[in-house]
């Protein structure tokens, strides 16, 4: 009986990924060591079918060498300088950071207004133009009435 | 295949690294060959681990990295710093104290 194909192994960086946010490493440092993982994984692929290895095994020996994700994660959650800003200073995220959001709200309208003054005279003056109309109709409907 | 040796690897996939890069900008999958060449395999990496130490050097101001796209693939090279080089000046120097160090107590009758 002939034996079934072996499945070709691929490499599965998901719970990796997943793994480095949860700790709190920063995304942007999660999304790029994912990233230079997947091409190293794929130079090593290249290099063993360059080698004469069959692509199965290619992808094999790629993940053997490429080492065990576990080491990898550990090795990045062993410096504190790669986790988020809100994880390395919590006291300042938790609560600092929405102080001073709360503290700035009320001032979002009048600098926005400063910043977009044209757009909002324009909207004022549509505004006060529809509200002229509306009661010149009014007033017209109103006569209309009160003279038949 | 050459073997991992985790328990005396702290500090120095750090030092072999900025010793390639201050001669050359290498991207990850290079720097892990050369480091297997330099060493003549003594000394081999779970090749992944690589890149922590290298965002690590690279947060604290010892090495740049650029994007290049090559062959359809982008890749990043990294590279040294006056930081990074001041950093394998100390790394080099203390490596070679301790090396000293054990070297004497290796050659030394012990007295124990």
Redesign the interface.
């Known amino acids: 009986m002939p034996s079934k194909p072996r499945a070709m192994p691929r490499l599965d960086l998901a719970e990796l990924q997943n793994e480095l946010l949860r700790s709190g490493i920063s995304p942007r ?1 999660v999304r ?2 994912v ?3 997947n ?2 994984f ?3 692929v290249d290099h063993a079918l360059a080698e004469g290895a069959e692509s199965t095994t290619a992808h094999e020996r790629a993940l053997v ?5 576990n ?2 994660a550990a ?2 959650r ?2 504190p ?2 986790r988020s800003w809100a994880y390395r200073f919590p006291y300042l995220a938790l609560i600092v950071y929405p102080l001073t959001c709360l503290a700035l709200l009320p001032a979002v309208p009048v600098v926005a207004g400063i910043a977009h003054a044209g757009y909002l005279a324009r909207w004022a003056a549509c505004i006060l133009l529809s509200g002229v109309v509306t009661a010149a109709i009014f007033l017209f409907m109103q006569l209309s009435i009160t003279l038949t | 295949m050459a073997q991992s040796n985790p328990p005396f690897m702290s500090g120095v996939p750090e030092l072999l690294l900025l010793r390639l890069l201050d001669q050359n900008e290498m991207y990850g999958y290079e720097l892990v060959r050369s480091i297997r060449a330099a060493t003549g395999e003594a000394i081999s990496l779970g090749e992944g681990v690589i890149y922590p130490v290298l965002h690590g050097l690279e947060r604290n101001g010892s090495l740049k990295s650029k994007r290049k796209a090559v062959r359809g693939r982008t890749r990043v090279y990294y590279s040294l710093t006056g930081k990074g080089q001041q950093r394998l000046e100390k790394l080099r120097s203390d490596w070679r104290r301790i090396q000293g160090g054990i070297v004497n107590a290796l050659e030394t009758p012990s007295h124990a």
């Open positions: 440092h790029r060591t990233a230079e993982l091409d190293h794929e130079d090593l060498e490429l080492g065990d994700l080491d990898v090795a990045i062993s410096r300088e790669l």
